[in-house]
């Protein structure tokens, strides 16, 4: 039954990704029942938007799920919106071929410090100079040779063999050899100071925005090219299908026993600084009072 709330505002914070702009289509364009809950979309790039949840900045934001490690005591994940890589995931690439023996001890491009792609880099192979920088400044670093490789994500996963760039090693996929799951890489998560009752309608609106873009497509398609960073439609399409699908509906039990493996490892590694427990908020309650 629905239910309308008192005027509520929740900051909804996601990355100006087609996959994000896809998933979060039926909610910045008044397409679902928001039950009087303003949602006010702000847009970073996800290493912003980790750090914000650092600081509790935002009611509902995209992580890293590397991040997650370090907000959970002021967050849990909700059970929509992940991005799973699914035998595929970031790309570790070079100007030359390159074994992974080759790889250690030299000068790698990454996203951030907190992305779940430096996490799974790490886990692939611990030594390395890490260079920071924006994700979409890798794939020049890497061609003008400033770095030995780079590790690339969004819609670079796509275009690297386009210029020239050799694949390493693709994290999802020797994720997946190590452990016959998923690459957790991104999720949505909520403030725990926030009722249970409004944390569980939230979750819901959330999973039938991604629904409704599911269903819709090509309106949500279209509403994702403004952010596609110049992928054709058809690219854009293929990348919105690896990041918004079954997964992001719903972690599920592998889903969850993924993440829950993923900062395992992270831990054990010494790369995560502390032990995380792993709290997720359903949708489950039906009528809400």
Known sequence: MSQTLSRTTIHLAHSPDSDDAFMFYALASGKIDTQGIDYVHELQDIETLNQRALRGELEVTAVSIHAYAYISDTYALLSHGASM???YGPSL????????????GRSIAVPGPL????LALRLYEPEF????????????????????????????????????LHLVAD??????????????????VIRKDLSEGLKQIVSRHI???IAYGLENRAGALDHAMQYARGLQRSDADTFVGMYVNDWTLDYGDRGRKAIRLFLDRGVASGVITRSVDVEFVDDALSDLT
């Open 85 to 87: 890589g699914d035998r």
């Open 93 to 104: 690439v070079a100007r030359s071929p390159m074994t992974r023996a080759e790889v250690r």
């Open 115 to 118: 992305t779940s792609a430096y």
């Open 129 to 164: 100079e890490a260079v920071f920088m924006p994700f979409d400044e890798i794939d020049r670093a890497v061609l003008r040779g400033d770095v030995a490789a780079g590790l690339l994500i969004h819609e670079g996963q796509l275009t690297y063999a386009s210029q020239g």
């Open 171 to 188: 994290m999802g996929e020797w994720w997946y050899e190590e452990t016959g799951l998923p690459l957790p890489l991104g999720g949505n």
């Open 207 to 209: 999973r039938s925005s």
